[in-house]
């Protein structure tokens, strides 16, 4: 079946340690991407990756850190976690699928993580 | 830099009612616009797209039409279920960026 995991589901944490929130895909996307969302501003892009070893920042990447050494891998990193990274976390990925008129694909979701810090 | 809106929420229903959703947007370029439904406690679930103007995305009964001119992308049902129930996420994607609105939560009352 094809499908994007994310473990942990649930995960509550102190401030300041460290965590990582991974995400598998067996679908060979090429892109992966990292989301937040909370109440009343939707889901909010922290990083994407166009293909491994390829990575950049989306529009809230502060105080994350991502790698992608394997195409179908792509964990997300809190070195040092705050209260404001409690949130429900949602990883994706497409195929490139970049068209000649640069369109994209649509993105597959994870079933989300949620965190909390203390 | 590029963004979403959508109309507030949340919007309540009667079954086979008429559904209209607002979606406008900004960028630069051309970008792909979606249609996303979250029902509760899952992930999000394409529902439909278009990739370039004028293009219709329709999905189980679903519609919405990228309007260039008017930077739109309004998702309408002609006669919504108590199954549609759900949230709804307009997003563009552009430059490998991904820009969501603030979702819109559908009651739809039997």
């Known amino acids: 079946e094809a499908q994007v995991t994310q473990n942990p589901r649930y995960l509550i944490t102190v401030t300041g340690k460290k965590l990582t929130v991974t995400c598998s895909q067996n679908?060979?996307?090429?892109?992966m991407s990292w989301y937040r969302q909370d109440p009343g501003l939707g889901l909010r892009q922290i990083y994407y990756?166009?293909?491994?070893?390829?990575?950049d920042k989306g529009d809230v990447p502060e105080g994350y850190k991502v790698s992608r050494k394997e195409k179908r891998n792509f964990p997300l990193i809190l070195e040092s976690p705050s209260p404001n990274q409690t949130s429900l976390y949602f990883c994706?990925?497409?195929?490139?699928?970049?068209?000649?008129?640069?369109?994209?694909?649509?993105?597959?979701f994870g079933p989300g993580t949620r965190l909390t810090v203390l | 830099g590029d963004s979403v809106t959508q109309m507030e929420g949340p919007v309540t229903l009667s079954e086979e009612a008429f559904l209209t959703i607002n979606c406008t947007y900004t960028?630069?370029?051309?970008?792909?616009l979606f249609w996303y439904v979250q029902y509760p406690g899952e992930g999000l679930q394409l529902l439909l797209k278009a990739t370039k103007a004028d293009d219709k995305g329709s999905n189980k009964g679903f519609e919405a039409t990228y309007r260039k001119e008017t930077t739109s992308f309004h998702l309408e049902k002609g006669s919504v279920q108590v199954s549609d129930s759900a949230v709804y996420f307009c997003a563009l994607m552009g430059g490998f960026k991904t820009i969501f609105g603030a979702g819109t939560r559908l009651f739809v009352k039997a």
């Open positions: 679908m060979n996307h090429e892109y």
């Open positions: 990756s166009m293909n491994v070893e390829v990575t």
């Open positions: 960028a630069t370029g051309y970008p792909s």
């Open positions: 994706a990925s497409s195929s490139q699928g970049i068209g000649l008129a640069g369109t994209y694909n649509e993105q597959f």
